[in-house]
């Protein structure tokens, strides 16, 4: 699915095309607060698919075809009402737009990669590397070059935390925001593999498909 600086880079445009939130410090928070369940004692995928409200059942990346996608959007849109997005708190705005872009990456990028590379009969045991491998290299990336890093990133260190339910805790968002943003600034980190199947202008590419497609579901 994607990672931290896809989901700010889709949040950021959404916001700028039909300005949902009034506070885009929680509205950014909210953006990268479900993938902090991996922060949880004892983290299962179970966790993961009740932060993004997958119903589908099956594990946590393993949906892989579109109708799945398909599905799990209808799932969500049921689930949160896109009528009634304007009276959410900011926090859970931005909670709401990282799912809607996890579910177009899974459509855009992962469904298809998992298609071909199952095509290929390339080994299984490498999937993850071959793809997370990739993702890292491109989320490394967007955080150096994106000319809104340092903005957003400021008012990200600044946000308070929410819990929704016991689907988010603040305080695992906060470790989640804080060790994003230590891995970032490591200096001593280089990801040190290049691109071998998606490109940073793939990446580009969803980043606006998914911001169109989230726009028109929330006009």
């Known amino acids: 699915m994607s990672w931290t600086m ?13 300005g949902i939130a009034h506070d885009t410090t929680q ?21 993961k698919k009740n932060s993004h409200y997958l119903a589908y059942n099956k594990p946590w990346g393993k949906v892989d075809c579109i109708k799945e996608c398909d599905d799990w959007l209808r ?3 049921a ?20 799912i809607l872009t996890d579910i177009c990456n899974t459509k ?33 990336e967007l955080y150096k070059n994106s000319p809104w890093t ?7 260190l600044k946000a308070k935390c929410e819990s929704i339910d016991n689907i988010i805790n603040a305080t ?3 470790e989640h925001r804080t060790s994003q943003y230590n891995y970032y600034n490591n200096e001593k980190y280089e990801p040190g593999k290049p691109q071998r199947f998606i490109s940073i202008e793939d990446n580009y590419k969803l980043i ?11 006009k």
């Not at 896809?6 to 039909?18: E, F, M, Q, R, Y």
């Not at 793809?131 to 490394?140: A, E, L, N, S």
């Open 208 to 218: 606006k498909d998914a911001t169109d497609e989230i726009v028109h579901l929330l």
């Open 79 to 98: 689930k949160t009402e896109p009528a009634k997005f304007q009276k959410y708190s900011d926090f859970y705005k931005g909670v709401l737009v990282h």
């Open 150 to 156: 340092q903005e957003i990133w400021s008012l990200l």
């Open 108 to 140: 855009t990028f992962y469904v298809p990669f998992t298609q071909w590379y199952k095509s290929e009969n390339r080994p299984q045991e490498q999937f993850r590397d071959a793809y997370y491998g990739d993702c890292k290299q491109i989320d490394t």
């Open 27 to 47: 509205y950014y928070m909210g953006a990268i607060a479900p993938d902090s369940v991996h922060f949880r004692a004892n983290y299962t995928g179970e966790m």
């Open 6 to 18: 896809t989901h700010l880079a889709v949040a950021k445009a959404v916001n700028d095309k039909i």
């Open 75 to 77: 799932d969500v849109l």
């Open 172 to 174: 695992e968002a906060e």
